[in-house]
């Protein structure tokens, strides 16, 4: 079964510097893997998605994520955090080869951006 | 163009009670998949309805069901409510079954059971 893991609750970075939300997945096949971010008492709102071909993808509000094969990673990156980034964020994978099975969502990171 | 939008924004209920909500796709999908997602967690797949059918189902009891109309818009129903069932729901959309297509979500509807 397909599985996602975000192994920081929290994480914390001053503006201007840069930020890492982490993600690692588990599926039985290639996976579709996709990041999503979600402000207070709102829904989500898609940032990227990585489906195949370059490792390296860009989304939107100058969010990138890095698909490591090996490492079984999808990380997400961004060079200069904003305050306006501080929100909680969420990785998902889907599992093309197990079409049964929808987007399965990891437990989430709250980012916060210190002035 | 209008993104997905979800009915009421909020409700409380009591258990035992019967609850009915609302979601309206994003103009041009025709999917629409539902998601629940309990304080602090991620969200949890419920179902998704395509072609006015359930095609797909996470693992929820019976008491959760789920209706798509000719119009792709969707409701979503649970009975005999408990007080787990507090929660966030979600709807999303997108187009056809791809599995690589993009789900876009709703602003969610905040259930309170008591």
């Known amino acids: 079964a397909q599985s996602v893991a975000q192994p920081e609750d929290q994480v914390n970075v001053a503006e201007g510097n840069p930020l890492t939300v982490k993600c690692t997945y588990s599926v039985s096949g290639n996976p579709y893997l996709f990041w999503y971010v979600q402000y207070p008492n709102r829904g989500l709102q898609f940032l990227l998605k990585y489906i195949t071909g370059d490792n390296l993808v860009k989304g939107s509000y100058g969010f990138e994520a890095e698909f490591n094969k090996s490492q079984t990673s999808f990380h997400l990156k961004k060079p200069s955090a904003l305050v306006s980034d501080s929100a909680l964020y969420f990785c998902a994978v889907r599992d093309p080869d197990n079409y049964g099975q929808n987007f399965v969502f990891g437990p989430g990171t709250r980012l916060s951006v210190l002035p | ?114």
């Open chain 2, 1 to 114: 163009d209008a993104g997905v939008t979800q009915s009421p924004t909020h409700l409380i209920k009591t258990r035992g009670q019967q609850v009915t909500l609302r979601c309206s796709p994003k103009s041009g999908h025709d999917t629409v998949s539902w998601y629940q997602q309990a304080l602090g967690q991620g969200p949890q797949f419920i179902f998704q309805y395509y072609e006015e059918e359930e095609r797909q189902r996470g693992n929820f009891p019976d008491r959760f069901s789920g209706h798509q109309f000719p119009n792709y818009s969707s409701e979503l129903n649970v009975n005999a409510l408990l007080l787990g069932d507090s929660a966030l729901y979600l709807c999303a959309s997108s187009f056809g079954e791809v599995i690589r297509e993009t789900q876009y979500f709703g602003p969610g509807t905040r259930l309170l059971v008591l």
